[in-house]
């Protein structure tokens, strides 16, 4: 969800993200299925009691190396919402409904931040540890911490304060709502998926994010612009 939320805002606001959009959801999705792999197979592997010592000690590594990646993953996730809200900050548009998506943002990733912490605790410690043995902290940091998100995402739904058209988006003034184009990088998908930041593209100078916003602002003559009602706060 939070993944979804943080794309839809940065379509909303195109000339302060740091990514395509797009891009948001096929990198850490595709981080999440590579971490599910990893778990998956640790799992297999620990979990037999077949295997010998050695597989059984891979398993649990690999176990390991899912949970940690996993946390760095969200880490960076995190960065990106901090960089959106300091460059809300900066252009001086962060109207009411941008900062209850960046407010709802930061309390649903401190609570997953939470989860993912005891979870790598958890799993470090193996299955005899501390943790595992007391089933109340599972509860309080894995079951309560998911459940109190759930029911926050949904009394405040993200999706009430964003267009539902993704082609919407909010003019520099911070006031006016405009119908764009819509985000197209034109980069084969792969690079797109390998370098969401085009770090190449900054590197040597073609950054291909099209800037169609900066276009709009200047309409051709006798052409009027296209602007929608701002939405209505739920």
Known sequence: MNYI?????????????PIHPG???????????????????GASYSANTTNSPSQIKMGRDLIRASIILQLGAFVGFIGLEVVLHQ?????????ARLKMIIVLLYASSALILVRNIYRVVSVWEGYDGYLETHEAFFYVFDATLMLVNSVMLNVKYPMNYLPQ???I?????????????????????????????DIVGLIRGK?????????????EEGKPQTSVEPNKIV
């Open 169 to 197: 988006y909010l003019a520099p003034d911070g006031i006016t709502e405009r119908v764009g184009p819509g985000w197209d990088d034109k980069r084969p998908f792969l690079i797109t998926l390998f370098d969401p930041f």
């Open 23 to 41: 891009r948001v959801l096929s990198t850490f999705i595709g981080l999440d299925v590579v971490i599910g792999a990893l778990t998956g197979n």
């Open 87 to 95: 460059r809300l900050l900066k252009a001086r548009i962060m109207n």
């Open 5 to 17: 939320v943080l794309a839809r805002t940065l379509y909303y606001v195109p000339y302060l993200t």
């Open 165 to 167: 058209n993704n082609k």
């Open 207 to 219: 950054d291909n994010k099209e800037k169609f916003w900066e276009e709009e602002e200047k309409p």
